[in-house]
């Protein structure tokens, strides 16, 4: 059950994820926030919300995309429940323990948010919607935090903890950059300078998440459970 948990759930979400925005990306008809008129996905001009909506920018209808993205939102509630078995794996330590079961509780809070997203589409429940996208990154601030500490505390690899605090500095980057960069309502310019920044931090939090999944493996064959 924790090897179910910790090591393969964590890893499936990353790739569902993936899988689920490419073929979102691939079926949208076209449209951003400044521009209703083009066509198709753009990388550099299109939120990865813009696939979540009823409808595309450019007012057609959006129904591939919209199952697709939100339903690879909603894995990230698998992510959530997996974070709280975690805890189990630094049993040995009762410092790493609690601040293990610390950090998976913001977790669990931080991917439910993100699974809030995909209920939310941003052409029916904007405030909604936002709330949660923007919050579920500040979760994932403190989350890091105590969990860079547990991994340098315990005996896996420096490099786990190492790609934790990486994921811990660009998410704090993010969260800064969201209170004090230019509202994407304001120009095409900061719209996609906030494109490309979400892209970035999303492909680090993917990368960081699938490495945890090896940290968290790497601790359980310490252990006398699975």
Same mark, same amino acid.
Request: glycine share 6%; hydrophobic share 55%; proline share 4%.
């Given at each position: ?20 925005? !490419? ?62 078995? !975690? ?42 919607? !936002? ?43 993010? !969260? ?51």
């Amino acid at each position: 059950m924790y090897n179910f948990w910790t090591v393969k759930v964590i890893r499936f979400i990353p790739l569902v994820f993936i899988f689920g925005v !490419v073929i979102a990306m691939l079926f949208y008809p076209g449209g951003n926030i400044h521009n209703p008129e083009q066509i198709g996905y753009s990388l550099t001009n299109n939120f990865l919300s813009d696939l979540g909506g009823i409808n595309s920018r450019s007012d057609e209808t959006n129904v591939i995309s919209f199952l697709f993205f939100n339903a690879s939102m909603l894995v990230f509630a698998l992510g959530g429940v997996g974070f709280l078995f !975690v805890p189990r794996l630094f049993k040995a330590d009762k410092i790493n323990y609690y601040l293990a079961l610390i950090g998976s509780a913001f977790f669990f809070f931080g991917s439910f948010f993100f699974a809030a997203v995909g209920l939310t589409p941003h052409d029916l429940y904007l405030n909604e919607h !936002v709330f949660f996208a923007i919050n579920g990154f500040r979760l994932l601030v403190p989350a890091a935090i105590f969990y860079f500490i547990v991994l340098l505390r315990s005996p896996v690899k420096n490099s786990y903890s190492l790609l934790t605090f990486i994921f811990l500095l660009s998410t704090f980057a993010y !969260v800064v950059f969201q209170i004090v960069g230019e509202s994407p309502l304001l120009s095409p310019e900061a719209m996609s300078r906030q494109v490309i920044m979400q892209k970035l931090i999303t492909l680090v939090h993917l990368i960081s998440i699938f490495s945890l999944s090896y940290a968290f493996n790497s601790q359980l064959k310490n252990m006398d459970i699975n």
